[in-house]
T-cell receptor, first 118, second 113 residues
């Protein structure tokens, strides 16, 4: 079955430190992968996406992610965390099907809450 | 305009009330979605509309009734809800989902009393 696993429920890092959030997926075909960020009580903002090509993808706010097919992983990284990065981060895989056009179902991991220490 | 707008932002309703959530986008996206997000949980898909036709209903109870009046609007009609239906309801839209992902609105925080 298709699924996304984020093994870390909560991570705390110091401001200015580097960050890596882990994501593993299970999907039979070439995955279309996404990272979203959600501030409390807000909607989700797309950070970056992967669907083909270069396995290192750059996103907004200084984030990047690397797709590793051999490890079924799509980890999110940032070299220097800012206090404003504190939020919930969701990894997601697009489950494609005959839904009309290229639409599908975006399946989310359970999320990783990031706290930032001053 | 690159946004998905949801109204109202907050809604409190009784179990016998009828209310509607509204979602609007003017990006020309032809697919629109309703997701439900309980506290400290990931969003879960409820409905998908593709070209204004309902294409996915993820076994959602009939007390939730979606409607897509045109390509820019998506409504979710609510009737006889239960307290456990209290959640953040997110609307999203997409064009080529694999290429661009989904654009989410900021959600409606629904409380059923």
């Amino acid at each position: 079955a298709q699924s996304v696993t984020q093994p870390d429920i909560h991570i705390t890092v110091s401001e200015g430190a580097s960050l890596e959030l882990r994501c593993n997926y299970s999907y039979g075909a070439t995955p279309y992968l996404f990272w979203y960020v959600q501030s409390p009580g807000q909607g989700l903002q797309l950070l970056l996406k992967y669907f083909s090509g270069d396995t290192l993808v750059q996103g907004i706010k200084g984030f990047e992610a690397e797709f590793k097919r051999s490890q079924s992983s799509f980890n999110l990284r940032k070299p220097s965390v800012h206090w404003s990065d504190a939020a919930e981060y969701f990894c997601a895989v697009l489950i494609r099907g005959n839904y009309g056009g290229s639409q599908g179902n975006l399946i989310f991991g359970k999320g990783t809450k990031l706290s930032v220490k001053p | 305009d690159t946004e998905v707008t949801q109204t109202p932002k907050h809604l409190v309703m009784g179990m016998t009330n009828k209310k509607s959530l509204k979602c609007e986008q003017h990006m020309g996206h032809r697919a629109m979605y309703w997701y439900k997000q309980k506290a400290k949980k990931p969003p879960e898909l409820m409905f998908v509309y593709s070209y204004e036709k309902l294409s996915i209903n993820e076994s959602v109870p009939s007390r939730f009734s979606p409607e897509c009046p045109n390509s820019s609007l998506l409504n979710l009609h609510l009737h006889a809800l239960q307290p456990e239906d209290s959640a953040l309801y997110l609307c999203a839209s997409s064009q080529e989902a694999k290429t661009y992902g989904y654009t989410f609105g900021s959600g409606t925080r629904l409380t059923v009393v």
